[in-house]
């Protein structure tokens, strides 16, 4: 039987959603012609995000205009390794080729329009975005290291009641260009200041694996060589506890460094301090280290936020090293940054000292870790939490 007969006939209502969105945008685009009928539609058509262009689609939109096609490679430097913000900074470029640039193309960044130094050195900014968006990142001086951390989103959905973010709400993701300008931001003020940028944790706003592509994009710029050259072992992207996305880092084979927001190894608490975890409880999420460990032999860390009462008994380290006896892990002690609105304290000295002794009485490497940059409320959401208010 010949096989167009199996198949049936495309009735109207068989049209796929994808056939419809064509219509639509057709419909729009006649639109567009009658409103804009005195332009030509290179006017009418928006420029490219030359940052969203790879290499070869820049030299494709030089050639198709006469320019040389070699120019893209110096372009791409100009774009990936250096982080410039305005063509005309591309210094070995002719005039012309900088107005062609400036013609085709938008090179879009936001505004530094907000600067807090702490007393330790650390340093919150915060990037205005044309649409409005704040992003905030942090520049961390330590002894021999110079850390950013960096936002994935503006908001965040996931709602952890102890944290400023969680109780903005979410706005939306950024580009893979507005993550690697807060590293270039920060990176700039740090050399302006002596000190080599060592480390990226990807600890500000936002949940980095409910934004997958985008973070992986970025991350890809911000360690190529043809981009900011930075080891991807300096690297740490810090989750919730998202499974899927902790499988898929694995099955991707990167190679920074995961951390897991863990706070509480008792069922109950992660429910209520950290509601993601009634979509991934404790078991599914372990499963998901436990792949990601295998497929990539490396060893996860997790955060552990000290609340006071809450999760800083010796019932709660008990449980925590229970959870950890399934895989090699290092626990990160953090001290909690007191949040406005939130109904949390930080732990005292004499319950974190019990917790990290009985965490080390069973083998557990542990790392505490200070608060930095409380008197300029460092915490993540803090400063867009504080300009919403004002
Ligand atoms: N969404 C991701 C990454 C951003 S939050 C995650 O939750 O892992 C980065 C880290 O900051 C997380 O470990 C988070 O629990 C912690 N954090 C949030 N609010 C804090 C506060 N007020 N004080 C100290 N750490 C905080
Ligand atoms: Fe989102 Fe992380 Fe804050 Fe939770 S701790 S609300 S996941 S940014």
Sequence with gaps: MPRETLLPKKEKSDFTAEDLWRQDISRIFENWKKHFKDYSIQQI???????????????????????????AKQIWQWLWQKGITNFNEMSNL?????QFLDEHFILQTGELTHKQESEDGTTKLGLTQPDGALIECVLIPG?????????????CKLRCS????????????????????????????????????????????????????????AIDRITAEDGLGMSPYRLTLSTSGIVEGIRRLADDGVRFNLAVSLHS??????????????????????????????????????????????????EDAKALAQFCRQFPVKINIIEYNEVDNAPYRHSPDTHRDAFVRFLESK?????????????????CGQLANKNRRS
């Design 45 to 71: 058509v928006e420029k490219l995000n030359i940052r969203s262009c790879s290499m070869q689609q820049i030299a494709e939109v030089l050639t198709t205009h006469g320019e040389k096609a070699f120019r």
């Design 94 to 98: 002719s005039l012309k080729t900088r």
């Design 143 to 155: 002894r021999d290291k110079a850390t950013a951390c960096v936002s994935s989103q503006v908001g």
């Design 162 to 217: 102890f944290c400023a973010t969680g109780g903005l709400g979410f706005t939306r993701d950024l580009q893979p260009e507005e993550i690697f300008d807060q590293v270039v931001t920060v990176k700039r003020l740090a050399e302006e200041r002596g000190m080599p940028l060592t480390n990226i944790v990807f600890m500000g706003m936002g949940e980095p694996l409910l934004n997958y592509d985008n973070v992986l994009a």
């Design 265 to 314: 190894a008792v069922n109950a608490t992660r429910d209520r301090i950290m509601p993601v975890n009634r979509a991934y409880p404790l078991p599914q999420l372990a499963e998901a280290i436990k792949y990601f460990v295998d497929k990539t032999g490396t060893r996860p860390t997790f955060e552990y936020l000290l609340l006071r009462d809450v999760n800083d008994s010796l």
């Design 363 to 379: 083998n557990i490497v542990v790392n505490v870790r200070r608060s930095k940059g409380r008197d300029i409320d460092a915490a």
